[in-house]
């Protein structure tokens, strides 16, 4: 069973930095991805970054040179370091992992099965 424990939200001034974490257990990184989503009050949970079993990168625009996703795999740990924040990049941060395969749409929801709790992240002006 995969679980998975975020950790390293906080609240900022905007253009501050934060590193978030995602302590994996139960999951293997040999295929699959994991990925990082947020949810702001009265939205939708929306794809920010995520990352195949081969290291290939994908982005939401809206972050695009701003936040960096690595992974640690003998720590079975995700990361996701954000600089230059801004106040809405505010919301509460997700881990999600998926390990059947291919992962053909790494920013959407419906690809991942598992899920963490979440962080928050504020970022104030």
């Known amino acids: 069973q995969v679980q998975l424990v975020e950790s390293g939200g906080g609240s900022v001034q905007a253009g501050g930095s934060l590193r978030l974490s995602c302590a994996a257990s139960?999951?293997?990184?040999?295929?699959?991805?994991m990925g990082w989503f947020r949810q702001a009050p009265g939205k939708e949970r929306e794809g920010v970054a995520s990352?195949?079993?081969?290291?290939?990168?994908s982005y939401a625009d809206s972050v695009k040179g701003r936040f960096t996703i690595s992974k640690d795999n003998a720590k079975n740990t995700l990361y996701l370091q954000m600089n230059s924040l801004k106040p809405e990049d505010t919301a509460m941060y997700y881990c999600?992992?998926?390990?059947?395969?291919?992962?053909?749409?790494?920013?959407?929801?419906?690809?991942?099965?598992?899920w963490g709790q979440g962080t928050q992240v504020t970022v104030s002006s």
């Open positions: 999600g992992a998926y390990s059947g395969g291919t992962c053909y749409w790494p920013l959407r929801i419906y690809q991942y099965d598992d």
């Open positions: 139960g999951y293997t990184y040999r295929r699959g991805c």
């Open positions: 990352i195949d079993s081969d290291g290939s990168t």
